[in-house]
């Protein structure tokens, strides 16, 4: 431990809390306003409820979650999910108020897979039978499960799983078989050590006949001794570059049989009388789920992003490098680091994207719920088109969602990856420290970063979009298009196209969002032009594609962030200078995404060369110096507590020395051990300290 003349020093200089009070003193932002705006007081409400407890629980206490091995985190997650479920059961939590809990907690549970994906799938998928047979002991944790899908040898191409069920006509049951190692599912969460159940994706197999992909309830693990069931290896895939809270597991099955009842059929199944399969009456409904866990994906990205924005703006405020070339004589001191436009220009567009996300990821949900029910009375309309292997139809689809499906793979892979890579950006900012796992962004990063890969791969997502998109035009082009913004903005660019754009990008917040349309457009009619006049493969395009449908997906974001300035609650719950910081915000969210995109812009001619130049070297730069002042109360409206970020860097009070001192001086079991340094001593260790160390914790 530390001797007392050490616990006396303090930081040089303006202390930590002098320093950001002063960053607060000079906004006059309403912090707590903007944040019910944000969230709601019924939402802050719960999060000071759920925090209060959690943290009068010593099993959530997180000194040690920096330090531990795999193996030990591993035992203290499940030892937290165990506890988390037993509150929710004494409190009779929502579902709100458990995953507010979980947020809290921040880290992936062995749970996880149970709580979302089985769950969902046997409600969502399954029949009144099924749901007593297996969802209401789910629900009660009577049996745990785990969705396996992913394998070995396949992720994005669902199609080409090579687990199989195979429908036995003479004892009505399915066998489900690995038939190759790379049949082998991996990367499941939950699947590792916990799980006993899984809902196994196979292709089902009648008469030789393949179906495709469907899902199967399959009992892996005893439910008293909770060892592999026979013909049944399944285990943890080892450690990860993040998420190692989590047992993501393997599972290898050979010819285990399972009863007719098993496979989920709400949707489809086999008759058992005929032997027949029985088709889908609408392939929609599946497909909105898919939908609803991307637009969940969205929703989060700007809150994920705004947790290393809060700790790198924070840590920005308070860290002082080197004294300003231009200072006058009697400014004596280091300038704060936030002072400088260069981290300015790194940190203040993403503060903007947070608010973009959020606000899209809002918008995002509202299209999805507005869509579910007219989904389910047209139910059995969709259920005709015949979709094929390859990532391209080349007739306009008759399915009900095809709007609100391409907007979710193209948000979701540009949300996720705007806040993975954004996450990087922080931690980079913060410097030198930025790279210690207490600044709390590198661990948070690692454990988000599978989110560009699940639920669709960012990059093969894009075809998705692509797609959908070069029908809308062939539709649009023929005079018989779906009525919606997409065909709207093609019609709009059409009937412009030969006389030009000009759009005042510079002066009206309406002309941004016209020009991202404008270039969406461009890109689009062009990709047709090389698919369909030209002849182009599906393959030599895949490159426009992923740009086209990163142009589509900025252009969403632009316009959903824009209509929610435009919104009548805004002008309720905000006074004239938020909203006006917001409409800041807006720009600079816009703009800056107009300069890095700007050969697209200008060869689509939504734009000039001069505009370009004056955005990046005017316009930008003025709204970071107008945007600086409000910087750190801008990232208060987050309302992160620090309980939760779990940060030194990022801390409210500003105390980031401090906190980064006395973590690695009195928090670290490595300064416990008293080691053995010279080569020709077999002696490792000389003295372990260890236990004292966790008992003075």
Known sequence: MAPSWVNNLKPSGPQGSELLDNERAQSNLPVNRLSEFLFTKEVLNRQHKILKLLQTEKIFEKSKNYFDGREARFITALARAKRLQQLAVEYRWTQDEYVMATDLISEPGPYGLHITMFLITLRDQGTPEQHKLFLKKAEKFEIIGCYAQTELGHGSNVRGLETTATWNADDKTFTLHSPHLTASKWWIGSLGRTANYAVVMAQLVIDGKSYGPHPFVVQIRDLKTHQPLENVHVGDIGPKFGYNTMDNGFLLLNKVKVPHVN??????????????????????????????????????????????????????????????????????????????????????????????????????????????????????????????????????????????????????????????????????????????????????????????????????????????????????????????????????????????????????????????????????FEALKHRDEDKNSWNSLLVDFYRLSTAHSQYLIVKNFYEALRSDTISQELDNGTIMLMHKLFRLYALHTLEREASEFFSSSAVTVRQIQLARTKAVMKLLE????????????????????????????????????????????????????????????????????????
Not at 278 to 292: D, E
Not at 344 to 352: D, G, S
Not at 397 to 417: E, F, N
Not at 667 to 676: E, Q, V
């Open 263 to 524: 496979m989920l059929a709400k949707y489809s199944s086999v008759d058992p009388t005929t032997n027949k399969y029985v088709r889908p009456a609408s392939a929609s409904l599946v497909y909105g789920t898919l939908t609803w866990v991307r637009s969940t994906i969205v929703l989060q990205s700007g809150g994920v992003l705004a947790r290393g924005v809060t700790i790198a703006t924070r840590y920005a405020a308070v860290r002082r490098q080197f004294q300003d070339r231009d200072a006058k004589a009697s400014e004596v001191g280091e300038n704060q680091v936030l002072n400088y436009t260069m981290v300015q220009v790194r940190l203040l567009p993403l503060l903007a994207a947070t608010f973009a996300l959020h606000f899209t990821g809002k918008g995002m949900m509202a299209l999805y719920q507005e869509n579910q029910k007219k989904m389910s009375e047209d139910a059995g309309k969709a259920g005709s088109t015949g979709r094929g292997p390859s990532p391209e139809e080349l007739f306009p689809s008759t399915d009900l969602l095809a709007d609100l499906h391409a907007t979710s793979c193209g948000l979701k892979a540009l949300a996720s990856t705007t806040a993975a890579e954004g996450l990087e950006v922080c931690r980079r900012a913060c410097g030198g420290h930025g790279y210690s796992n207490f600044s709390g962004i590198g661990s948070w990063y690692a454990d988000y970063l599978p989110t560009t890969t699940w639920e669709g791969d960012n990059y093969m997502l894009t075809q998705q979009v692509a797609r959908y998109l070069l029908k809308s035009a062939r539709a649009v082009l023929k005079g018989n298009p779906s009525e919606n913004d997409t065909t709207d903005i093609f019609r709009t660019f059409l009937a412009r196209r030969d006389m030009g754009a000009a759009f005042d990008v510079l002066g009206r917040d309406e002309d941004i969002v016209a020009a991202f349309a404008w270039r969406t457009s461009f890109l689009t």
């Open 626 to 697: 107008e945007i600086r002042p409000h910087a750190v109360r801008l990232v208060d409206a987050w309302h992160f507590p620090d309980w939760q970020l779990d940060s030194s860097l990022g801390r409210y009070d500003g105390k980031v020395y401090e906190d980064l001192f006395y973590r690695a001086s009195e928090m670290n079991p490595l300064n416990a051990l008293t080691i053995d340094p010279y080569p020709g001593n077999e002696t490792l260790v000389k003295v372990d300290e260890r236990e004292r160390l966790k008992s003075k914790l």
